[in-house]
């Protein structure tokens, strides 16, 4: 399969710890998104990368998130000191460049914070 | 920032009847418009995208259309099937991220 895939599918964790979610993008796709999903909404953008460099950020991500896609090709999301209302899906997608822009998705991470 | 919005937020239907779906989009710059299907547990899947420099595009038993005059753009599914219950979601941008609608929740009954 070469679709996005992306590691844990589902995490359970206690408030406060630390998580950390991998997404492996379509090969040589080299725009990488990371969007979070809650229950009975939409995706919400929250950060994309071209490459190894992250482009943009929402005002979604706080300060306790950060993302990185050291080689330009898997990329990680990271989440400190997590709190309830982190619990939500956690999405990743490629497209293959600006102008080939159809994005594809991975299956997500479902992230449980008790 | 661009604002997708996205009616009805549930819509039933008998199997070979058709779905109509409704979104409106708020920055005029936004030029892409991807539909996703999304089953429960599983990651959006794209089903088909339109571009603002067409007005209407078919694949098979959907197709999409775009008004840019007036902002807003459907999702159309004839001959319903089973399969096609899911919920659905338009969304909008300009070579970048995309603004999702809230989506809608589509029952096709047997």
């Known amino acids: 399969d070469t679709g996005v895939s992306q590691d844990p599918r589902h995490k359970i964790t206690k408030r406060g710890q630390n998580v950390t979610f991998r997404c492996d993008p379509i090969?040589?796709?080299?725009?990488l998104y990371w969007y979070r999903q809650t229950l009975g909404q939409g995706p919400e953008f929250l950060t994309y990368f071209q490459n190894e460099a992250q482009l943009e950020k929402s005002r979604l991500l706080s300060d306790r998130f950060s993302a990185e896609r050291p080689k330009g090709s898997f990329s990680t999301l990271e989440i400190q000191r997590t709190e309830q209302g982190d619990s939500a899906m956690y999405l990743c997608?490629?497209?293959?460049?600006?102008?080939?822009?159809?994005?594809?998705f991975g299956p997500g991470t479902r992230l449980l914070v008790l | 920032g661009e604002n997708v919005e996205q009616h009805p937020s549930t819509l039933s239907v008998q199997e070979g009847d058709s779905a109509v779906i409704k979104c409106t989009y708020s920055?005029?710059?936004?030029?892409?418009f991807p539909w996703y299907k999304q089953e429960l547990g599983k990651g959006p899947q794209l089903i088909i995208d339109?571009?603002?420099?067409?007005g209407e595009k078919k694949d098979q038993r959907i197709a999409v259309t775009l008004n840019k005059t007036a902002k807003h753009f459907s999702l159309h599914i004839t001959e319903t099937q089973p399969e096609d219950s899911a919920v659905y979601f338009c969304?909008?941008?300009?070579?970048?991220?995309?603004?999702f609608g809230a989506g809608t929740q589509v029952v096709v009954t047997p």
């Open positions: 997608a490629s497209s293959a460049s600006q102008e080939q822009e159809t994005q594809y």
């Open positions: 090969s040589e796709h080299n725009r």
């Open positions: 920055d005029s710059a936004s030029n892409y």
């Open positions: 969304a909008a941008s300009s070579w970048g991220k995309l603004q």
């Open positions: 339109i571009r603002s420099n067409v």
